[in-house]
């Protein structure tokens, strides 16, 4: 058990709908990840948070967007959901200047 | 897009033989990490080399690191059937000097008892 945990872990919705997946890194780790895996594509960096604020942006699309609360939970929210967008999607977490990083098990989203 | 290409893309072996999975990667780094990932889990980090690092052991577990070739070697010994899962690297972004992760293709291992 990584310490970060991720809600839902399953997620079933159909083509244009939106949702939001939850993430809590582990206790005193202000940086959190997003990253999207999915067969073609493999595992892409989707943006970092640190303490709040975003610090790195990567394959990110403009239909999806992400937050990091003051509690440091976080939260990405993916609208107009295509099919295309069917992935596994792991938050992880890192304390800042350490390069390792500790994922949680994943939400799979289905978009039907 | 990935950084690296891993190759092989797949092994599989017998219990107590050696894996070895190689990974190649395109730009400068500050370090170089290996994960694994058993079957549509989370990640899992293995161990972490810097790029002033030529070896580093952990465990059955030895990593070397080329950066003049670009590449590094994840050697496990003594494999066992536990050992079965997909195995990335990854490599960190020196030139936004982030601590984001660009993975590889990954390798599939499957250890036979």
């Known amino acids: 058990d990584s310490g970060v945990t991720q809600t839902p872990k399953h997620l079933i919705t159909a083509t244009g709908q939106r949702v939001t997946l939850r993430c809590s890194p582990r206790?005193?780790?202000?940086?959190v990840y997003w990253y999207q895996q999915s067969l073609d594509q493999g595992l892409q960096f989707l943006i970092q948070?640190?303490?709040?604020?975003?610090?790195a942006k990567g394959n990110i699309l403009e239909r999806f967007s992400a937050q990091q609360f003051p509690d440091l939970h976080s939260e990405l929210n993916l609208s107009s959901l295509e099919l295309g967008d069917s992935a596994l999607y792991f938050c992880?977490?890192?304390?800042?200047?350490?390069?390792?990083?500790?994922f949680g098990p994943g939400t799979r989203l289905t978009v039907t | 897009s990935q950084q690296g290409e891993e190759d092989p893309q797949a092994l599989s072996i017998q219990e107590g033989e050696n894996a070895t999975m190689n990974c190649s990667y395109k730009?400068?780094?500050?370090?170089l990490q290996w994960y694994r990932q058993n079957s549509g889990r989370g990640l899992v980090h293995l161990i972490l080399?810097?790029?002033?690092?030529r070896e580093k052991h952990s465990g059955r577990l030895r990593v070397t690191l080329d950066t003049s070739k670009k590449s590094s070697s994840l050697l496990i010994t003594a494999s066992r059937a536990a050992d079965t899962a997909s195995y990335f690297c990854?490599?960190?972004?020196?030139?936004?000097?982030?601590?984001?992760?660009?993975f590889g293709t990954g390798t599939r291992l499957l250890v036979s008892p």
């Open positions: 992880a977490s890192s304390p800042w200047g350490d390069y390792e990083q500790y």
């Open positions: 990854a490599t960190d972004d020196v030139d936004t000097g982030f601590q984001k992760l660009v």
């Open positions: 206790s005193g780790d202000l940086s």
């Open positions: 948070y640190y303490n709040g604020e975003e610090r």
């Open positions: 730009t400068s780094i500050n370090n």
């Open positions: 080399i810097r790029s002033n690092e």
